[in-house]
C-alpha cells in the first residue's frame, strides 16, 4: 500500500511515520505533488499555527491537491483543524473549506489552555475508525483551538466545553488528538484508518 504523510514541515512528521512503521506499514513524507495524487492513503499532519502551515501549502501548491483528494485523508490536530472554513487564530486564517465550520479557540472556562494531556473520547457514530475502541478511552491532546459539534462530528471531548475530538466528511477524516502519541489506543485508530 502506498501511504503519503504530507509534509507540512511540522514537528511530529516522523513520530507518525515511525507509528505507522510500528503496525507494519512504510509511509513516505513528501510533498511532491504526485506522491500525494497516487497515495492510497493520505495523512495530513499539522501542528503550530494556522497561517503558518497554510503558507506553507500555498508556497509548495497543494491547497487545491488536498481539497480535490479522494482517497482517504487523516488530518491530525491541526491538520483535522484545517479542514475548516477560517480559523479565529491569526485574525480569521482562510482554511481548506473542506467542511463548513470554523476553526474557533477552546472555550475553557475554569480549565487551562492549552488543553494538554490524556481526555476521554467519545465517538457519536459508529465508525470505521473507532472499530475495536471503547467509547470513553483516553487519547493525547496538545490544542488551544478546536472545531465545536456539528454535523460532521463523529466523537467528542469536554475540556470546559465540549468539542469535536473526530470529523468526518465523505473522505476527509480529521482527529484532534495525537493517536501517534496515544499509545496501543492510537495505533488502533490509524490501524482502522490504514484498512479502510
Not at 485523508?73 to 483535522?80: A, D, E, P, R, W
Not at 473507532?130 to 459539534?149: A, D, E, M, V
Amino acid at each position: 500500500m502506498s501511504i503519503v504523510i504530507v509534509n507540512t514541515s511540522c514537528a511530529n512528521l516522523f513520530s507518525l511515520q515511525v507509528a505507522i512503521k510500528r503496525l507494519g506499514y512504510n509511509a513516505l513524507i513528501s510533498d511532491h505533488i504526485q506522491d500525494i495524487v497516487n497515495a492510497e492513503k493520505v495523512f495530513f499532519p499539522g501542528v503550530g499555527s494556522a497561517k503558518s502551515v497554510m503558507r506553507v501549502l500555498k508556497n509548495k501548491n497543494l491547497i487545491n491537491i488536498i481539497r480535490k483528494l479522494t482517497q482517504p485523508v487523516l488530518g491530525i490536530c491541526l491538520g483535522m483543524q484545517l479542514f475548516s472554513r477560517t480559523s479565529a487564530e491569526s485574525n480569521h486564517c482562510k482554511m481548506l473549506k473542506i467542511i463548513p465550520d470554523i476553526t474557533i479557540k477552546l472555550n475553557s472556562k475554569e480549565y487551562s489552555l492549552p488543553h494538554i494531556g490524556w481526555n476521554q473520547v467519545y465517538y457519536t457514530k459508529n465508525n470505521i475508525l473507532f472499530k475495536k475502541i471503547n467509547p470513553g478511552t483516553r487519547f493525547y491532546f496538545l490544542h488551544s483551538y478546536c472545531i465545536y459539534i456539528s454535523q460532521y462530528t463523529i466523537a467528542f471531548t469536554e475540556h470546559g466545553s465540549c468539542f469535536s475530538s473526530a470529523i468526518q466528511k465523505n473522505n476527509f477524516f480529521g482527529v484532534q488528538f495525537h493517536p501517534e502519541k496515544s499509545g496501543t489506543n492510537g495505533l488502533q485508530l490509524l490501524k482502522n484508518f490504514l484498512e479502510i
